[in-house]
């Protein structure tokens, strides 16, 4: 398991728990033992199922989970996922973090499929982004995997992305991609460089410049996206960004652009309803 998703729980814990929950450990003894089912009250994907597994073993490793349905699969009202056993102490300790978890990555995955399918036939993917919740990207992301969407950059770490910001700190878009090419020399890293474009002059001027293997159109319209990919000809891959809605992706995929990010996957989605309760 990813180290940051266990520090992760980790930490949810102590949010929550604190020096203990107390209503818990005052109204249940010790040694009562119970079981709980997940069940499902809204249709959508299922997401976070490997990740509850983890935080109930993290929480009392000698907790049972069955598990009937799993990651990625379509579920409507009334679907019990899982039914997990144990300490009624540790059912009720772990219940609402799990809950928090499989709410978000399922209402994830979710709208991720929602665009997936309204992608069908075309060539185009669609990406996450970095509007992600602090500290909850691997979940969040992980669960646009689940969802059949494609993750773009984990972080600032993992690829070069030269937004408008660098560019215009930097001078300019050849000293930016000059900059980034000797640093990646001189450290000896493999990173994918992307340049976000504005305008078909900045477009143009990274055409002429070359050195790069993907190009962000951000804020163009469908029939500029279309001229623009015609004007990189296959040469770099290309990405739209940028107030795309749902009901335009369609008019997007068929510039025949490959990605398109979205940052309505992530950061402003509405949790899978579900609960947790005593069998």
């Known amino acids: 398991m990813n180290e940051l998703i266990g520090r992760l729980i980790d930490l949810a814990f102590a949010e929550d728990i604190g020096d203990g929950d107390h209503t818990t450990l005052s109204s249940i003894p010790a040694t009562a033992t119970g079981k709980s089912r997940l069940l499902i009250k809204e249709a959508g994907v299922l997401a976070g199922v490997e990740i509850a597994k983890e935080i109930f073993h993290r929480f009392d490793p000698a907790m049972k989970v069955e598990v009937f349905i799993n990651d990625g699969a379509e579920v409507k009202p009334g679907d019990i996922v899982m039914v997990v056993e144990g300490k009624v102490q540790s059912l009720l300790q772990t219940e609402r973090l799990m809950l928090n978890v499989m709410q978000r990555m399922s209402g994830i995955a979710t709208m991720t499929r929602h665009y997936v399918k309204q992608l069908e036939g075309t060539n185009t993917r669609v990406l996450d982004t970095r509007k992600t919740t602090p500290g909850m990207r691997m979940l969040e992301k992980e669960a646009v995997r689940i969802g059949g969407g ?90 739209s960004s940028g107030g795309i809605t749902f009901d335009t992706l369609r008019d997007y995929a068929g510039t025949g652009v490959d990605f398109i990010s979205a940052g309505a996957l992530t950061h402003s989605v509405k949790g899978l309803d579900m609960s947790f309760k005593a069998v």
């Open 150 to 239: 494609v993750n773009h950059r984990i972080g600032l770490f993992d690829m070069i992305l030269l937004k408008d910001n660098h560019v215009d700190f930097a001078g300019g878009i050849d000293k930016a991609i000059t900059r980034v090419r000797e640093y990646l020399k001189e450290k000896g890293k493999d990173l994918k460089i992307e340049i976000e474009v504005r305008n078909f002059d900045e477009l143009q001027q990274v055409l002429n410049r070359g050195g790069v293997d993907r190009i962000m159109l951000d804020n163009f319209s469908p029939a500029d996206t279309r001229k623009a990919v015609e004007m990189i000809a296959g040469r770099y891959e290309t990405e």
